[in-house]
């Protein structure tokens, strides 16, 4: 069984920061695209940061550029989120995604990953 296993998230103060975590087991994503997602109520899936099976690779939404920062560890099957200078707009769930393809671009659509995790809550007070 495929499983996406978020950590990290909790409540911080605005300015603070968190790594969050997401272990993938069932199967190797080490070739795969990765990526952290996050959605507003009534709002479209917003990818916060994805990267290419290298973590070379990698793209951010705008609102997230010069804060936060992915990286894989394919080794352990891992990839994290580095998030610092924290807003309260970034309070969200945070959830982790794999495409099931090797070799993808991390300028995929949210439809184009197979799958994904529970979530991890951040809260980001004032």
């Known amino acids: 069984q495929v499983q996406l296993v978020e950590s990290g998230g909790g409540l911080v103060q605005a300015g603070g920061s968190l790594r969050l975590s997401c272990v993938a087991s069932?199967?190797?994503?080490?070739?795969?695209?990765m990526g952290w997602f996050r959605q507003a109520p009534g709002k479209e899936w917003e990818i916060v940061a994805a990267?290419?099976?290298?973590?070379?690779?990698?793209r951010y939404a705008d609102s997230v550029k010069g804060r936060f920062t992915i990286s894989r560890e394919n080794a352990e099957s891992t990839v994290y989120l580095q998030m610092n200078s924290l807003k309260p707009e970034d309070t969200n769930v945070y959830y982790c995604?794999?495409?099931?393809?090797?070799?993808?671009?991390?300028?995929?659509?949210?439809?184009?990953?197979?799958?994904w995790g529970q979530g991890t809550q951040v809260t980001v007070s004032s």
């Open positions: 069932g199967r190797t994503f080490s070739w795969s695209v």
């Open positions: 990267t290419d099976w290298s973590g070379i690779t990698t």
């Open positions: 995604a794999a495409q099931s393809r090797p070799y993808g671009n991390p300028w995929i659509a949210p439809h184009e990953y197979d799958y």
